[in-house]
């Protein structure tokens, strides 16, 4: 890690939540959560976002 690297910057955060509002976008987004994920999803939806957080080691915020 580089000293000057937040160890926050290489965590790969996802939340999921059955209720998802703009409160909670903002506050997901001030701690670096890098996806909401709606819990009532389906698990393909889930596993697509876990596999998107391994493979680029980044994501965009989703509007699930």
């Known amino acids: 890690m580089h000293p000057q690297q937040n160890l ?3 965590l790969l955060v996802a939340v999921a939540s059955g209720f998802i509002d703009e ?3 903002a506050q997901a987004e001030e701690a670096g959560v890098r996806e909401l994920i709606f819990k ?3 698990v393909d ?3 697509v976002v876990v596999q998107r ?11 699930q």
């Not at 957080?53 to 509007?63: D, K, N, Q, V, W």
Request: aromatic share 4%.
């Open 8 to 10: 926050r910057d290489l």
């Open 40 to 42: 009532a999803d389906e």
């Open 23 to 25: 409160a909670l976008r």
């Open 45 to 47: 939806v889930f596993c």
């Open 53 to 63: 957080l391994l493979i680029r080691g980044e994501s965009e915020p989703t509007e």
